[in-house]
């Protein structure tokens, strides 16, 4: 095989690797780094003996996201706060034209899987990122993890059963929570504190990222009364220096429409909600630098 086709190869691969790695680890810069090796690992295997390059690429992502995993977990136990996965970038464009496969890739990235997917071990991780988000048949996973079919079916029975358990039990609208979110921003901007209150379901949750390097509440804050308490404080003293130049997009990110607020141009916040019945159920908002360098890009 010729180097450039060696090349075009792994770059025609390299988007489902990066969504492999990326499920797996939740970190933008984790997940390049495992694609860079996997690519290391490509450019001196023997291409001769390779048969099927995209099973073969997946399954190296996958053992190293795995070994890379299990590296990180001990770094998120020390974690200052509640952990948040790193914003990425899901505009799928025409590359995903079917409607019900755009679906399911959105939702294996969403904020609220990727949370419940920490909770899993790398393995479970592994087996239900490969089976739910890409269909891979279980043969194939066995294959890449180097155990039977059995122990992976029992491996999927279980990580899906955790994650069903943890998300939503709810569908969310994106047109309901682009309005909503719309709605919260312009009660927030004017002051309108009872208007802000009058979005918030009774057991909404808010979950701040920060890492300990901005502010954002160090637990998750549940209830409507917790949660508007928190947003009166931030409301009256703002979200940044007086004399700032603020501006907020709406971008597509994890597969759903957020709010990123950049301060003097530089990224500050993504702020994301869950809505159902015309109510904000879940806030996210996401304050550590280091998980919004990307998107200063």
Partial sequence: ???????????????????????????????????????????????????????????????LAIDRLRHVQSRREAYVGPWLPEPYVTDFGPTVPDTAERAVLAESVSLAVLVVLESLSPLERAVFVLREAFGFPFAEIALTLDRSEAAVRQLAGRARKHVEAGRPRYEVDPAERRDLTERFLAAASEGDLSGLMSLLAPDVRLVGDSGGKAKAPLRVLESADKVGRFLRGVA??????????????????NGAECLLLLVDGKPDSVFQVDAAEGLIQNIYIIRNPDKLASLAR
């Fill in 1 to 63: 095989m010729a180097t450039e086709s060696v090349t075009d190869v792994f770059e025609e691969h390299r988007p489902v690797l990066m969504g492999v790695a990326y499920r797996m680890l939740g970190r933008v810069a984790d997940a390049e780094d495992v694609v860079q090796e996997a690519w290391l690992r490509w450019s001196a295997a023997d291409h001769g003996q390779v048969r099927e390059p995209r099973a073969y690429l997946v399954r190296v992502t996958t053992r």
């Fill in 236 to 253: 009256a003293k703002g979200v940044a220096a007086p004399g700032a130049e603020l501006e907020f997009r709406f971008v597509e990110l």
